[in-house]
């Protein structure tokens, strides 16, 4: 996915002192600019055991 590698990448460079993953933040980005409010997307990535 084209979208996801330019999150990733920006992402990256924002946050790479942060202790989450980049790719984690970019799902949460991704799903948030889907609909899905704040709650749901935590909770979307908590069954995913993050």
């Given at each position: 996915m084209k979208a996801?590698?330019?999150?990733?990448?920006i992402?990256?460079?924002?946050f790479?002192?942060?202790?989450?993953?980049?790719?984690?933040?970019?799902?949460?980005v991704l799903?948030?600019?889907?609909?899905l409010?704040?709650r749901a997307?935590?909770e979307?990535?908590?069954h995913?055991?993050?």
């Open positions: 996801r590698q330019l999150i990733e990448e992402l990256s460079r924002v790479k002192w942060h202790r989450f993953p980049v790719s984690l933040k970019a799902e949460a799903l948030y600019f889907k609909g409010s704040p997307v935590r979307f990535l908590l995913k055991g993050y």
